[in-house]
């Protein structure tokens, strides 16, 4: 068996980023398991050997896709820059917050949600993507930011990778499995900011030094 492509960091040719585009639309509007790399090139409007010039498999093109979703909204790229501006960690945690539920509260951050909990259990690596191109990325400069915060006597985080754990979890689950059930409509901007500087301050309270 042929290693798997790993998601590339280099710049898209325009081609790639049609073919991805494509994949897209189709793997929201039907699923992951019922669209074919077939229909992949067809409603991309290339050949075959174009498209697996560019794309191993359907969960090579998926992880491209979730890649193209996380790249503008990376928690570390936000810890960096905030730290630049020397803002506080309220202020650091709020970006974070809001631009996670930014990117997850919406008509395709859910799609894709319900893909991966429909399909992963057929398709493993589908989940394994989803995982690492996804909330891994989150936990992970969560965790560093935190231990940084720890090791300074800003916070008292005796575990950092389960309190980053934690501030997710608190930050999304009372949205997404009531939108995921349809129980709920889709929250105001509004509400979101409230929910984030609530969770912020709960958490900054909880880890007080």
């Not at 494509?22 to 790399?37: D, P, R």
């Not at 709020?94 to 631009?99: D, Q």
Request: glycine letters at 6%.
């Amino acid at each position: 068996m042929e290693p798997k492509q790993e998601a590339s960091t280099l710049p898209k040719s325009a081609k790639a980023l049609q073919i991805i585009e494509a994949a897209s639309k189709l793997f929201l509007s039907n699923g992951f398991g019922s669209v074919s790399m077939d229909a992949i090139a067809k409603h991309a409007n290339v050949s075959k050997p174009t498209l697996y010039s560019h794309f191993q498999d359907k969960e090579t093109l998926f992880s491209e896709i979730m890649n193209a979703m996380c790249q503008d909204a990376g928690a570390s790229q936000m810890v960096e820059t905030f730290e630049q501006e020397n803002s506080s960690p309220e202020n650091i945690l709020k970006a974070i917050g809001r631009t996670k539920l930014d990117l997850v509260l919406n008509w395709q951050g859910l799609s894709l949600a319900r893909i991966v909990f429909a399909e992963t259990t057929r398709f493993p690596s589908l989940g394994e993507t989803f995982w690492e191109t996804g909330p891994k990325q989150y936990y992970d400069a969560l965790e560093a930011y935190l231990t940084k915060l720890d090791a300074e006597g800003i916070l008292k985080v005796s575990n950092p990778a389960k309190a980053a754990m934690n501030f997710d979890g608190m930050l999304m689950w009372t949205f997404i499995f009531p939108l995921l059930a349809g129980v709920i409509a889709m929250p105001t901007e509004r509400e979101i900011h409230d929910h984030v500087d609530g969770i912020v301050a709960d958490f900054l309270r909880i880890h007080a030094p």
